[in-house]
């Protein structure tokens, strides 16, 4: 089946430090990906969509300068969590939908686990 | 306006079958999606409704009622390491995901 990597699985960093979050679709490609965070016991929140070769779209309330989306090629798109703060510390998430798709199926990622000191 | 619901939570027996209701509300639909997700891991895929009646897969099947705006996710034979979270979304007219918030199923030996 398709596989879709993210990386890295965790990380912690000082808080002011800039990370950034590798998606990859490993064996499809990807026109669009998107990008959720998870609080702990909480749904997903869509953060953005990821549009190969154009602007992410955020959804409302999250901020573009501080959680920058770069979807460079068909199967990698990065997530760069800009001077993070501890309230920043959550599960972040990427999905992919194949090129092409006709069932709607999104290939989620491992998920990477960001904790801000 | 958009909105979906599900049961916070479910406990139920080894061996037993469950059913996950979630029901939802919008004008333009593209198909319901029920996932798993143990704690700690991103979501998995069980299922896609685009059309009513039960899709069966397994232990797991699904039903859709487009009219009343309803999906369920049955799972038979239940086992361990069937807890974890199970969340329903349905594609809106724009194709976006709208996620309902997961409903934990705990079960008990």
């Known amino acids: 089946g398709a596989v879709v990597s993210q990386h890295p699985s965790w990380v912690i960093c000082k808080s002011g430090t800039s990370v950034k979050i590798e998606c990859r679709s490993l064996?499809?490609?990807?026109?669009?990906m998107f990008w959720y965070r998870q609080f702990p016991k909480q749904s997903l929140m869509l953060m953005a969509t990821?549009?190969?070769?154009?602007?992410?779209?955020?959804e409302q309330g999250v901020e573009k300068d501080k959680f920058l989306i770069n979807h460079a090629s068909l199967t990698l798109s990065t997530l760069t969590v800009t001077s993070a703060h501890p309230e920043d510390s959550s599960f972040y998430i990427c999905?992919?939908?194949?090129?092409?798709?006709?069932?709607?199926?999104?290939?989620f990622g491992e998920g990477s686990r960001l904790t801000v000191l | 306006g958009q909105n979906i619901d599900q049961p916070t939570e479910m406990t139920a027996t080894e061996g037993a079958i469950v059913q996950i209701n979630c029901t939802y509300q919008?004008?333009?639909?593209?198909?319901l999606f029920w996932y798993q997700q143990h704690a700690g891991e991103a979501p998995t895929f069980l299922s896609y409704?685009?059309l009513d009646g039960l899709e069966e897969k397994g232990r797991f099947s699904s039903f859709l009622s487009r009219s009343k705006g309803y999906s369920y996710l049955l799972l038979k034979e239940l086992q361990m390491k069937d807890s974890a979270s199970y969340l329903c979304?349905?594609?809106?007219?724009?194709?976006?995901?709208?996620w309902g918030a997961g409903t934990k199923l705990i079960i008990k030996p």
């Open positions: 999905s992919a939908r194949m090129a092409g798709w006709d069932t709607g199926e999104l290939f």
């Open positions: 064996d499809f490609q990807a026109t669009t």
């Open positions: 990821s549009n190969e070769g154009s602007k992410a779209t955020y």
């Open positions: 919008t004008s333009g639909f593209n198909g």
């Open positions: 409704n685009v």
């Open positions: 979304a349905f594609m809106d007219s724009n194709y976006q995901l709208i």
